[in-house]
């Protein structure tokens, strides 16, 4: 059993910050890629922010320079800083991580329950 388990949504005005963790726990050795998705109401999945073990970031053009991802390796946690929220960042929040699982190393990915963010304008 793996646990994908996303925290730190919430209600904020147009302008302020919020910080997103996940975490990854259960039957794994350690995570890969970790990223952060979102969704708003009729229209797709889209990529936000992703980041490898290593430390290489990869943000959409939307959110970069305001938005900030970061990992704990040790952890298997992965954050996001999101500063200067804009009504349009409104969305569910999805954490997506490759994890590798205990006994048989194999690389799986899974998907957190997500967590709501909306920005009031």
């Known amino acids: 059993q793996v646990q994908v388990v996303e925290s730190g949504g919430g209600l904020v005005q147009a302008g302020g910050s919020l910080r997103l963790s996940c975490a990854a726990s259960?039957?794994?050795?350690?995570?890969?890629?970790m990223g952060w998705y979102r969704q708003a109401p009729g229209t797709e999945r889209e990529l936000v922010a992703s980041?490898?073990?290593?430390?290489?970031?990869n943000y959409a053009d939307s959110v970069k320079g305001r938005f900030i991802i970061s990992r704990d390796n040790a952890k298997n946690t992965v954050y996001l800083q999101m500063n200067s929220l804009k009504p349009e960042d409104t969305a569910v929040y999805y954490c997506?991580?490759?994890?590798?699982?205990?006994?048989?190393?194999?690389?799986?990915?899974?998907w957190g329950q997500g967590t709501q963010v909306t920005v009031s304008s």
């Open positions: 980041i490898t073990r290593i430390g290489s970031t």
């Open positions: 259960g039957s794994i050795i350690g995570t890969n890629r």
């Open positions: 997506n991580v490759d994890a590798f699982l205990s006994g048989t190393m194999q690389l799986e990915n899974y």
